[in-house]
Protein backbone atom coordinates (compact mmCIF):
# COMPACT_ATOMS: atom_id res chain seq x y z
CA UNK A 1 0.00 0.00 0.00
CA UNK A 2 2.59 2.12 0.73
CA UNK A 3 4.50 1.52 -2.67
CA UNK A 4 1.13 2.42 -4.19
CA UNK A 5 0.44 5.88 -2.34
CA UNK A 6 3.94 6.74 -3.60
CA UNK A 7 2.73 6.97 -7.09
CA UNK A 8 -1.22 7.81 -6.66
CA UNK A 9 -1.37 9.07 -10.47
CA UNK A 10 -0.81 5.93 -11.63
CA UNK A 11 -2.84 4.02 -9.67
CA UNK A 12 -5.60 6.06 -9.37
CA UNK A 13 -5.41 5.78 -13.44
CA UNK A 14 -5.13 2.00 -13.10
CA UNK A 15 -7.99 1.81 -11.10
CA UNK A 16 -10.44 3.91 -13.29
CA UNK A 17 -9.62 1.87 -15.90
CA UNK A 18 -10.47 -1.47 -14.06
CA UNK A 19 -13.34 0.10 -12.45
CA UNK A 20 -14.85 1.58 -16.03
CA UNK A 21 -14.43 -1.92 -17.27
CA UNK A 22 -16.64 -3.56 -14.08
CA UNK A 23 -19.06 -0.78 -14.31
CA UNK A 24 -19.65 -1.76 -18.09
CA UNK A 25 -19.63 -5.31 -17.07
CA UNK A 26 -22.01 -5.45 -14.56
CA UNK A 27 -23.89 -2.85 -15.00
CA UNK A 28 -25.56 -4.55 -18.00
CA UNK A 29 -25.67 -7.65 -16.19
CA UNK A 30 -27.25 -6.29 -13.60
CA UNK A 31 -29.77 -4.46 -15.99
CA UNK A 32 -30.38 -8.06 -17.67
CA UNK A 33 -31.09 -9.80 -14.36
CA UNK A 34 -33.30 -7.34 -13.44
CA UNK A 35 -35.39 -8.11 -16.56
CA UNK A 36 -35.02 -11.79 -16.38
CA UNK A 37 -36.33 -11.45 -13.24
CA UNK A 38 -39.15 -9.15 -14.19
CA UNK A 39 -40.40 -12.04 -16.91
CA UNK A 40 -40.23 -14.79 -14.74
CA UNK A 41 -41.68 -13.84 -11.93
CA UNK A 42 -44.36 -12.12 -14.07
CA UNK A 43 -45.17 -14.96 -16.53
CA UNK A 44 -44.50 -17.34 -14.15
CA UNK A 45 -47.39 -16.05 -11.72
CA UNK A 46 -49.64 -14.63 -14.26
CA UNK A 47 -52.92 -16.00 -13.23
CA UNK A 48 -54.38 -14.77 -16.37
CA UNK A 49 -54.82 -16.11 -20.23
CA UNK A 50 -53.46 -19.38 -20.52
CA UNK A 51 -52.11 -18.50 -24.41
CA UNK A 52 -52.92 -16.11 -26.90
CA UNK A 53 -54.18 -15.43 -30.51
CA UNK A 54 -52.25 -12.72 -33.14
CA UNK A 55 -52.06 -12.19 -36.65
CA UNK A 56 -48.60 -12.82 -38.11
CA UNK A 57 -49.26 -9.00 -39.48
CA UNK A 58 -48.33 -8.10 -35.73
CA UNK A 59 -44.79 -8.85 -36.70
CA UNK A 60 -44.18 -8.13 -40.40
CA UNK A 61 -46.46 -5.02 -41.06
CA UNK A 62 -43.57 -2.24 -42.13
CA UNK A 63 -44.52 1.39 -42.58
CA UNK A 64 -48.25 0.67 -42.42
CA UNK A 65 -47.54 -2.03 -45.23
CA UNK A 66 -48.91 -5.51 -45.62
CA UNK A 67 -45.75 -7.88 -46.50
CA UNK A 68 -47.05 -10.62 -48.56
CA UNK A 69 -45.38 -13.43 -49.64
CA UNK A 70 -47.79 -16.35 -51.15
CA UNK A 71 -49.47 -16.05 -47.47
CA UNK A 72 -52.49 -14.72 -45.72
CA UNK A 73 -50.90 -12.25 -43.30
CA UNK A 74 -54.46 -9.99 -43.23
CA UNK A 75 -55.26 -8.69 -39.86
CA UNK A 76 -57.11 -10.95 -37.33
CA UNK A 77 -60.35 -8.84 -37.70
CA UNK A 78 -62.91 -7.90 -34.91
CA UNK A 79 -65.67 -10.25 -36.80
CA UNK A 80 -63.01 -13.27 -36.54
CA UNK A 81 -62.33 -12.75 -32.88
CA UNK A 82 -65.85 -11.82 -31.87
CA UNK A 83 -67.01 -15.21 -34.01
CA UNK A 84 -64.23 -16.82 -32.26
CA UNK A 85 -65.44 -16.18 -28.72
CA UNK A 86 -68.79 -17.32 -29.84
CA UNK A 87 -67.33 -20.86 -30.79
CA UNK A 88 -64.59 -21.64 -28.33
CA UNK A 89 -67.80 -21.20 -25.16
CA UNK A 90 -67.73 -25.15 -24.55
CA UNK A 91 -64.04 -24.95 -24.20
CA UNK A 92 -62.87 -22.09 -22.27
CA UNK A 93 -63.20 -18.23 -21.70
CA UNK A 94 -61.99 -15.93 -24.19
CA UNK A 95 -61.91 -12.31 -25.09
CA UNK A 96 -61.15 -9.88 -27.47
CA UNK A 97 -58.65 -6.93 -26.96
CA UNK A 98 -57.56 -4.06 -29.67
CA UNK A 99 -55.55 -1.00 -29.28
CA UNK A 100 -57.85 1.60 -30.30
CA UNK A 101 -56.00 4.73 -30.37
CA UNK A 102 -53.08 6.55 -28.25
CA UNK A 103 -54.16 10.53 -26.35
CA UNK A 104 -54.72 12.08 -22.94
CA UNK A 105 -57.41 11.51 -20.73
CA UNK A 106 -58.62 15.02 -18.95
CA UNK A 107 -60.93 15.93 -16.38
CA UNK A 108 -61.81 19.95 -16.14
CA UNK A 109 -58.00 21.69 -15.80
CA UNK A 110 -56.66 18.36 -14.87
CA UNK A 111 -54.98 16.21 -17.73
CA UNK A 112 -53.14 12.89 -17.91
CA UNK A 113 -49.49 12.76 -20.24
CA UNK A 114 -50.16 12.62 -23.91
CA UNK A 115 -50.41 9.13 -25.66
CA UNK A 116 -51.78 7.17 -23.09
CA UNK A 117 -53.02 3.73 -24.63
CA UNK A 118 -56.62 3.00 -25.09
CA UNK A 119 -57.44 -0.22 -25.41
CA UNK A 120 -61.10 -1.37 -26.59
CA UNK A 121 -62.17 -4.94 -24.40
CA UNK A 122 -64.67 -7.39 -24.29
CA UNK A 123 -66.29 -8.25 -21.08
CA UNK A 124 -64.90 -12.05 -22.09
CA UNK A 125 -61.07 -10.74 -22.04
CA UNK A 126 -61.88 -9.40 -18.49
CA UNK A 127 -63.32 -12.30 -17.54
CA UNK A 128 -60.31 -14.38 -18.55
CA UNK A 129 -57.41 -11.52 -17.41
CA UNK A 130 -59.28 -10.95 -13.75
CA UNK A 131 -57.95 -7.37 -13.25
CA UNK A 132 -58.23 -6.60 -9.63
CA UNK A 133 -60.30 -3.79 -9.23
CA UNK A 134 -59.53 -1.65 -6.38
CA UNK A 135 -63.15 0.44 -7.06
CA UNK A 136 -66.36 0.45 -8.56
CA UNK A 137 -66.73 -2.59 -11.31
CA UNK A 138 -66.22 -4.13 -14.90
CA UNK A 139 -68.66 -3.44 -17.07
CA UNK A 140 -70.76 -5.76 -18.09
CA UNK A 141 -71.95 -7.30 -21.01
CA UNK A 142 -75.03 -5.45 -21.77
CA UNK A 143 -73.19 -2.33 -21.56
CA UNK A 144 -70.31 -3.98 -23.99
CA UNK A 145 -73.42 -4.50 -26.57
CA UNK A 146 -74.63 -1.11 -26.12
CA UNK A 147 -71.71 0.64 -26.86
CA UNK A 148 -71.99 2.58 -23.23
CA UNK A 149 -69.76 5.14 -22.70
CA UNK A 150 -67.51 3.94 -19.64
CA UNK A 151 -64.20 3.21 -18.94
CA UNK A 152 -61.84 1.76 -16.15
CA UNK A 153 -59.01 3.06 -15.35
CA UNK A 154 -55.24 2.64 -13.57
CA UNK A 155 -54.25 4.20 -10.50
CA UNK A 156 -51.84 6.41 -12.09
CA UNK A 157 -54.61 8.28 -14.24
CA UNK A 158 -56.74 8.52 -10.87
CA UNK A 159 -53.73 10.17 -9.05
CA UNK A 160 -53.31 12.74 -12.23
CA UNK A 161 -57.17 13.52 -12.32
CA UNK A 162 -58.23 13.47 -9.17
CA UNK A 163 -55.07 14.67 -7.22
CA UNK A 164 -57.07 16.14 -4.00
CA UNK A 165 -58.43 12.20 -3.09
CA UNK A 166 -61.97 12.81 -4.48
CA UNK A 167 -63.67 9.60 -5.70
CA UNK A 168 -63.47 8.63 -9.19
CA UNK A 169 -66.30 6.12 -9.64
CA UNK A 170 -69.39 8.27 -11.49
CA UNK A 171 -67.02 11.20 -12.40
CA UNK A 172 -67.13 12.17 -16.51
CA UNK A 173 -63.77 12.54 -18.10
CA UNK A 174 -62.91 12.95 -21.48
CA UNK A 175 -60.72 10.62 -23.63
CA UNK A 176 -59.39 12.83 -26.07
CA UNK A 177 -62.31 14.96 -26.39
CA UNK A 178 -65.25 11.62 -26.25
CA UNK A 179 -66.93 12.16 -23.22
CA UNK A 180 -66.91 8.39 -20.80
CA UNK A 181 -67.58 7.63 -17.15
CA UNK A 182 -65.50 6.25 -15.08
CA UNK A 183 -66.73 3.03 -13.50
CA UNK A 184 -63.72 1.14 -12.38
CA UNK A 185 -59.89 1.32 -10.45
CA UNK A 186 -57.45 -1.08 -11.40
CA UNK A 187 -54.96 -2.29 -9.08
CA UNK A 188 -51.61 -1.32 -10.91
CA UNK A 189 -48.83 -4.33 -11.62
CA UNK A 190 -45.79 -4.32 -12.59
CA UNK A 191 -45.50 -6.28 -16.25
CA UNK A 192 -42.81 -6.65 -19.12
CA UNK A 193 -44.22 -6.21 -22.29
CA UNK A 194 -44.95 -2.80 -22.37
CA UNK A 195 -47.95 -2.57 -20.30
CA UNK A 196 -48.43 0.50 -17.93
CA UNK A 197 -50.90 -0.90 -16.00
CA UNK A 198 -50.81 2.65 -14.03
CA UNK A 199 -51.96 4.37 -17.03
CA UNK A 200 -54.31 1.87 -18.48
CA UNK A 201 -57.30 2.84 -19.76
CA UNK A 202 -59.98 -0.38 -20.86
CA UNK A 203 -62.90 0.70 -22.55
CA UNK A 204 -65.38 -1.57 -24.36
CA UNK A 205 -64.81 -2.58 -27.62
CA UNK A 206 -67.68 -1.27 -29.42
CA UNK A 207 -67.61 2.05 -27.12
CA UNK A 208 -64.09 2.27 -28.53
CA UNK A 209 -64.70 1.59 -31.95
CA UNK A 210 -67.66 4.03 -32.12
CA UNK A 211 -66.00 7.04 -30.96
CA UNK A 212 -62.60 5.93 -32.29
CA UNK A 213 -63.17 4.29 -35.84
CA UNK A 214 -60.25 2.39 -37.07
CA UNK A 215 -60.19 1.29 -40.65
CA UNK A 216 -58.00 -1.82 -39.88
CA UNK A 217 -58.25 -2.45 -36.59
CA UNK A 218 -56.05 -5.73 -35.17
CA UNK A 219 -57.43 -7.64 -32.72
CA UNK A 220 -55.40 -10.05 -29.95
CA UNK A 221 -57.51 -12.63 -28.39
CA UNK A 222 -56.95 -13.97 -24.75
CA UNK A 223 -57.33 -17.62 -23.89
CA UNK A 224 -58.72 -19.19 -20.65
CA UNK A 225 -59.60 -22.95 -21.12
CA UNK A 226 -61.93 -24.47 -18.54
CA UNK A 227 -60.65 -26.31 -15.22
CA UNK A 228 -60.08 -29.96 -16.38
CA UNK A 229 -59.30 -29.11 -20.11
CA UNK A 230 -55.11 -29.49 -20.65
CA UNK A 231 -53.90 -26.04 -22.23
CA UNK A 232 -52.90 -28.49 -25.24
CA UNK A 233 -56.41 -29.73 -25.88
CA UNK A 234 -57.41 -25.97 -25.58
CA UNK A 235 -54.54 -24.71 -27.97
CA UNK A 236 -55.36 -27.92 -30.33
CA UNK A 237 -59.24 -26.39 -29.95
CA UNK A 238 -58.43 -23.21 -30.60
CA UNK A 239 -56.05 -23.45 -33.65
CA UNK A 240 -59.19 -25.57 -35.25
CA UNK A 241 -61.90 -23.19 -34.68
CA UNK A 242 -59.84 -20.53 -35.61
CA UNK A 243 -58.58 -21.93 -39.22
CA UNK A 244 -62.52 -22.18 -39.58
CA UNK A 245 -63.17 -18.72 -38.49
CA UNK A 246 -60.77 -18.09 -41.13
CA UNK A 247 -62.34 -19.93 -43.85
CA UNK A 248 -58.48 -21.72 -44.24
CA UNK A 249 -58.23 -25.24 -46.53
CA UNK A 250 -56.87 -27.79 -45.04
CA UNK A 251 -53.76 -27.21 -47.58
CA UNK A 252 -53.48 -23.77 -46.64
CA UNK A 253 -50.89 -23.25 -43.75
CA UNK A 254 -52.19 -21.69 -40.42
CA UNK A 255 -51.52 -17.77 -40.54
CA UNK A 256 -51.97 -16.53 -37.16
CA UNK A 257 -50.13 -17.31 -33.66
CA UNK A 258 -50.84 -19.13 -30.97
CA UNK A 259 -48.60 -18.74 -27.91
CA UNK A 260 -48.72 -19.79 -24.17
CA UNK A 261 -47.18 -17.41 -21.76
CA UNK A 262 -44.04 -20.35 -21.25
CA UNK A 263 -43.13 -19.79 -24.93
CA UNK A 264 -43.40 -16.35 -24.87
CA UNK A 265 -41.24 -16.24 -21.77
CA UNK A 266 -38.75 -18.71 -23.50
CA UNK A 267 -38.36 -16.65 -26.61
CA UNK A 268 -37.56 -13.21 -24.83
CA UNK A 269 -34.92 -15.11 -22.26
CA UNK A 270 -33.14 -16.50 -25.47
CA UNK A 271 -33.40 -12.71 -26.73
CA UNK A 272 -31.76 -11.79 -24.25
CA UNK A 273 -28.97 -14.25 -24.14
CA UNK A 274 -27.47 -12.71 -26.73
CA UNK A 275 -27.78 -9.59 -25.18
CA UNK A 276 -25.88 -10.96 -22.06
CA UNK A 277 -23.04 -12.43 -24.35
CA UNK A 278 -23.00 -8.82 -25.65
CA UNK A 279 -22.23 -7.05 -22.10
CA UNK A 280 -19.83 -9.56 -21.43
CA UNK A 281 -17.64 -8.79 -23.94
CA UNK A 282 -17.95 -5.39 -23.95
CA UNK A 283 -16.68 -5.53 -20.07
CA UNK A 284 -14.28 -7.91 -21.13
CA UNK A 285 -12.99 -5.99 -23.82
CA UNK A 286 -12.31 -2.90 -21.50
CA UNK A 287 -11.08 -5.26 -19.03
CA UNK A 288 -8.30 -6.34 -21.49
CA UNK A 289 -7.79 -2.65 -22.46
CA UNK A 290 -7.18 -1.99 -18.37
CA UNK A 291 -5.21 -5.10 -18.31
CA UNK A 292 -2.72 -3.53 -21.08
CA UNK A 293 -2.28 -0.18 -19.35
CA UNK A 294 -1.54 -2.21 -15.97
CA UNK A 295 1.06 -3.86 -17.13
CA UNK A 296 2.62 -0.76 -19.23
CA UNK A 297 2.69 1.10 -15.84
CA UNK A 298 4.07 -2.02 -13.63
CA UNK A 299 6.48 -1.90 -16.03
CA UNK A 300 7.25 1.95 -15.79
CA UNK A 301 6.68 1.13 -11.43
CA UNK A 302 9.83 -1.39 -12.32
CA UNK A 303 12.27 0.87 -14.18
CA UNK A 304 11.62 3.58 -11.42
CA UNK A 305 12.33 1.35 -8.28
CA UNK A 306 15.41 -0.65 -9.99
CA UNK A 307 17.01 0.92 -6.54
CA UNK A 308 14.86 -0.63 -4.47
CA UNK A 309 14.85 -4.24 -6.19
CA UNK A 310 18.77 -3.83 -5.75
CA UNK A 311 18.77 -3.08 -2.51
CA UNK A 312 16.18 -5.49 -1.49
CA UNK A 313 17.79 -8.63 -3.41
CA UNK A 314 21.30 -7.09 -1.72
CA UNK A 315 20.07 -7.78 1.60
CA UNK A 316 18.75 -11.13 0.85
CA UNK A 317 15.67 -11.26 -0.95
CA UNK A 318 14.85 -13.75 -3.21
CA UNK A 319 13.92 -13.28 -6.47
CA UNK A 320 10.81 -15.01 -5.92
CA UNK A 321 9.58 -12.78 -3.06
CA UNK A 322 10.42 -9.59 -5.62
CA UNK A 323 8.04 -11.05 -7.86
CA UNK A 324 5.54 -11.91 -5.31
CA UNK A 325 5.54 -8.29 -4.16
CA UNK A 326 4.81 -6.61 -7.50
CA UNK A 327 1.96 -8.94 -8.55
CA UNK A 328 0.42 -8.39 -5.31
CA UNK A 329 0.78 -5.04 -5.94
CA UNK A 330 -1.12 -5.53 -9.36
CA UNK A 331 -3.90 -7.57 -7.88
CA UNK A 332 -4.87 -5.08 -5.60
CA UNK A 333 -4.77 -2.48 -7.72
CA UNK A 334 -6.99 -4.36 -9.65
CA UNK A 335 -9.53 -5.35 -6.91
CA UNK A 336 -9.68 -2.36 -5.74
CA UNK A 337 -10.62 -0.64 -9.09
CA UNK A 338 -12.85 -3.77 -9.42
CA UNK A 339 -15.13 -2.85 -6.18
CA UNK A 340 -15.47 0.63 -6.95
CA UNK A 341 -16.79 -0.68 -10.43
CA UNK A 342 -19.34 -3.34 -8.77
CA UNK A 343 -20.80 -0.62 -6.50
CA UNK A 344 -21.16 1.75 -9.60
CA UNK A 345 -22.15 -0.95 -11.71
CA UNK A 346 -24.95 -2.49 -9.47
CA UNK A 347 -26.15 1.17 -8.95
CA UNK A 348 -26.27 2.41 -12.22
CA UNK A 349 -27.88 -1.41 -13.42
CA UNK A 350 -30.22 -1.00 -10.64
CA UNK A 351 -31.10 2.51 -11.24
CA UNK A 352 -31.41 2.01 -15.43
CA UNK A 353 -34.08 -0.74 -14.19
CA UNK A 354 -35.87 1.21 -11.92
CA UNK A 355 -36.61 3.92 -14.85
CA UNK A 356 -37.79 0.94 -16.80
CA UNK A 357 -40.48 0.05 -13.76
CA UNK A 358 -39.05 -3.49 -13.23
CA UNK A 359 -37.65 -4.93 -9.62
CA UNK A 360 -34.03 -5.01 -8.94
CA UNK A 361 -32.15 -8.14 -8.32
CA UNK A 362 -29.02 -8.85 -7.46
CA UNK A 363 -26.54 -10.53 -9.41
CA UNK A 364 -24.20 -12.22 -6.81
CA UNK A 365 -23.26 -14.47 -9.26
CA UNK A 366 -22.06 -12.16 -11.21
CA UNK A 367 -20.68 -9.81 -8.60
CA UNK A 368 -17.94 -13.05 -7.50
CA UNK A 369 -16.93 -13.53 -11.43
CA UNK A 370 -15.94 -9.60 -11.98
CA UNK A 371 -14.19 -10.27 -8.49
CA UNK A 372 -12.07 -13.03 -9.94
CA UNK A 373 -11.84 -11.41 -13.22
CA UNK A 374 -10.38 -8.39 -11.57
CA UNK A 375 -7.76 -10.61 -9.59
CA UNK A 376 -6.74 -12.85 -12.90
CA UNK A 377 -6.38 -9.38 -14.72
CA UNK A 378 -4.05 -8.57 -11.99
CA UNK A 379 -1.95 -11.81 -12.10
CA UNK A 380 -2.11 -11.69 -16.32
CA UNK A 381 -0.78 -7.59 -16.12
CA UNK A 382 1.41 -7.99 -13.40
CA UNK A 383 3.63 -11.26 -14.37
CA UNK A 384 5.46 -9.49 -16.68
CA UNK A 385 6.87 -6.66 -14.82
CA UNK A 386 7.03 -9.49 -11.75
CA UNK A 387 9.30 -11.37 -13.71
CA UNK A 388 11.36 -8.92 -15.10
CA UNK A 389 12.00 -7.15 -11.28
CA UNK A 390 12.83 -10.52 -9.90
CA UNK A 391 15.66 -11.14 -13.03
CA UNK A 392 17.27 -7.86 -12.08
CA UNK A 393 20.87 -8.20 -11.03
CA UNK A 394 21.06 -6.91 -7.91
CA UNK A 395 24.99 -5.13 -8.86
CA UNK A 396 23.55 -3.53 -11.52
CA UNK A 397 20.24 -2.83 -9.78
CA UNK A 398 22.59 -0.63 -7.06
CA UNK A 399 23.86 1.31 -9.35
CA UNK A 400 20.95 2.57 -11.46
CA UNK A 401 20.37 5.98 -11.39
Not at 31 to 47: C, F, K, P, R, Y
Not at 166 to 187: C, H, M, N, Y
Not at 279 to 305: C, K, Y
Request: hydrophobic letters at 45%.
Amino acid sequence: MSALKGSKLRTGLTMTIVAIGITALLGMLTMINAITSSIENDLGSQQGAAFSITSWSNSIRINNQETTVGEDYKYLSRREGEEFVQRYRQWGHAGVEMWITSTEMRRGAYHTRPYLSVRGVTSGFLQVENPVVLKGRVFSEQEEQAAAPVTMVGEGIVTALFPNGEDPIGKRVLIGSSPFTIIGVLASKVQTFGRDTQNLIYVPLKSGLTQFPRADANCDISVKPYPGISVAQAMDEAERIMRTVRRLTPRQRSNFNIATNEEIMRVVLNSLSSTTTTGILIGLITLLGSAVALMNIMLASVTERTREIGVRKAIGAYAGTVRQQFLIEAVVVTVLGGLIGMVLGVVVGSLVAKGMGIGFAMPWGWVLVSLLLCVGVGVLAGYLPAKRAAGLDPILALRYE
